[in-house]
Structure formats: structure tokens, C-alpha cells
């Protein structure tokens, strides 16, 4: 079971566990916008950085993360978590990677735009032709850079593993807004490098938490790699990706030092 890119209209990508968010059709892309009815849905929008005056960002591409050394590491909120609730616990870790990758495209002169994040209570939003409800898995919507996570799958399926496996279904939502903002989404990659890239930049993002994280935090992010894994002929579509690939790639995030370039796919 894994993440599924509906490549027409308005795409989603559903991260880790399970596949599908709808179908999609062509045509022109509909935004992520919540139906009238039900509870409302939370909503947060990570903001650009400032940049120097004078000095304009350019826009992000895949060279972008040829740019990104490391520039700075910022001081993570992980170990606050005690006391809030799921659904302020997302928005927190979803701020703090936010806030990160933003600094990071900003210290190499690029803007990466601002992601809005739902959390999914009991009204659905929309993603290109299907519906993203509070028991579907989170998803990534590429046509407004909206990240959602259904608050119920969030409590059912991923908060009992720890706040490390809800940390890196987290980061793994936002290294696809990366990869969207960098045109890697439209660049012909295929599923598998995708998820082994977004493996690698949630790395890249551990690492400047990794101080934050205990032995069982370790156990935690292992069972969600688990979990994201689609072999060849699998209920995702055959991506062919396979636990061990994506461990790979989340722990050459993690040992570059925070260097994203690490993880770019070889040049064809």
C-alpha cells in the first residue's frame, strides 16, 4: 500500500498507507475547498520566509537542492508535544517542517510557495474529481499545494505508532509539496523514484530533529517505511518500491548532514 500521483486535473498523492484519493479527470484544476456541510476544517498556511532586501527569490526548480548545504538548522518543537491533541500536534510538526524547508530554499536565494495544511475533521475537502474525508489516508492535492490530513485515519492508523510515525507521515506530505514546488511531479519520474526522493528529503528533515528522537522513535519511523512500501504488482499499482529502498533513501537524508541534494535522482 502506498501514494498514488492522479497526473491530470487536480492531482493528489496519497502518502503511506494506503493507496487511492479518488479518480481524476481532465480538464482544468479545481482547488482543495471544503464542502458546506459538517464540522469546519482546520486550516494553516506555512509562510515564505523574508529574504534579504533587494535581493528577489528566484523561483524553485530541481537545481534548487543542488543550492541547499545546510545552510541552517533550525530548533525543533518535537519534544513539545506533550499535552496537545492530534490535531495540534500536526499542525505544530507541519509548521516546524514548514519552517525549515522555507529556510533552507531562502538561504540558496529561492522561494518555495506557502502550503496550506487541513486537517480533515468531518467536513471532506475536494482534491481534482474525489473527496478526501476524516478516514481516508493524508494526501497531498498538487493543484493549490494543500496537504490534508483526515483527522480520523491520523488517530486510527498512525498516532497509536508514536509521534515520530505521525512526524514522518508529516514530512512526508511536505517533501511532495517540495517536490511540486522543484517540478519534479512533472519531470517523468516514476513512482518509484518519487517516494524513494520523498523518503530521502524526510530524511534530510529528521536529521535536524534527530536530537529530539528516542530508540523507539527509530521503531516508529521504521514500521511507517514499512507501511509505505509497494512492491511490483501490490494493492498501489506495482510501484515496486520496497522497504528496505525507502529506508535506504530516508537514511541517506539523514546521514548527508542536511544536504538535500543527496537525494536528486541520477541524471538520465
Same mark, same amino acid.
Given at each position: 500500500?502506498? @501514494? ?5 486535473? $487536480?492531482a ?5 498507507l ?18 458546506p @456541510?459538517? $464540522?469546519?476544517t ?15 527569490p528566484?523561483?524553485?526548480? +530541481?537545481?534548487?537542492? /543542488?543550492?541547499?548545504?545546510? /545552510?541552517? @538548522?533550525l530548533q525543533?518543537?518535537? *519534544?513539545? +508535544?506533550?499535552? +496537545?491533541?492530534?490535531?495540534? *500536534? %500536526? ?14 530554499f ?12 487541513n ?19 493524508? $494526501? ?20 497509536? %505508532?508514536g509521534?515520530?510515525?505521525?512526524a ?7 517533501g511532495y509539496?517540495?517536490?511540486?514546488a522543484?517540478?519534479?511531479?512533472? $519531470? ?8 524513494k526522493?520523498?523518503?530521502c ?12 528522537l528516542?530508540?523507539?522513535?527509530q521503531?516508529?519511523v521504521?514500521? %511507517? ?17 520496497s522497504?528496505?529502498? +525507502?529506508t535506504?533513501?530516508?537514511? *541517506?537524508? %539523514? ?5 538535500a ?8
Amino acid at each position: 500500500m502506498g @501514494r498514488r500521483f492522479h497526473g491530470v486535473g $487536480a492531482a493528489c498523492l496519497v502518502a503511506g498507507l494506503i493507496a487511492g484519493c479518488g479518480s481524476s479527470s481532465s480538464g482544468t484544476s479545481s482547488t482543495s475547498t471544503p464542502t458546506p @456541510r459538517g $464540522a469546519t476544517t482546520t486550516a494553516a498556511t506555512t509562510t515564505a520566509a523574508t529574504t534579504t532586501a533587494g535581493t528577489a527569490p528566484s523561483t524553485a526548480t +530541481l537545481a534548487t537542492l /543542488h543550492r541547499i548545504t545546510a /545552510h541552517r @538548522r533550525l530548533q525543533s518543537r518535537f *519534544k513539545g +508535544l506533550e499535552g +496537545l491533541d492530534l490535531s495540534q *500536534k %500536526i499542525q505544530a510538526l507541519a509548521a516546524n517542517a514548514g519552517a525549515f524547508w522555507t529556510s533552507e530554499f531562502a538561504a540558496s536565494q529561492a522561494q518555495l510557495p506557502p502550503a496550506t495544511v487541513n486537517v480533515v475533521d468531518q467536513t471532506p475537502l475536494s482534491c481534482g474529481a474525489g473527496q478526501i474525508t476524516t478516514t481516508d489516508p493524508p $494526501a497531498y492535492c498538487s493543484s493549490d499545494g494543500s496537504i490534508d490530513f483526515p483527522l480520523a485515519f491520523m488517530q486510527s492508523s498512525v498516532a497509536p %505508532i508514536g509521534d515520530a510515525a505521525v512526524a514522518l507521515v508529516v514530512s512526508d506530505l511536505y517533501g511532495y509539496h517540495i517536490e511540486n514546488a522543484l517540478g519534479a511531479l512533472g $519531470a517523468g519520474y516514476s513512482p518509484a523514484t518519487l517516494q524513494k526522493l520523498d523518503s530521502c528529503l524526510s530524511g534530510v528533515y529528521f536529521y535536524s530533529i534527530q536530537g529530539n528522537l528516542t530508540t523507539g522513535d527509530q521503531a516508529a519511523v521504521n514500521t %511507517i517505511l514499512a507501511e509505505k512500501a509497494t512492491p511490483p504488482g501490490g494493492a498501489a499499482g506495482g510501484a515496486g518500491v520496497s522497504a528496505m529502498n +525507502l529506508t535506504s533513501a530516508f537514511n *541517506k537524508g %539523514i546521514l548527508s548532514q542536511g544536504r538535500a541534494q543527496v537525494c536528486l535522482p541520477p541524471k538520465s
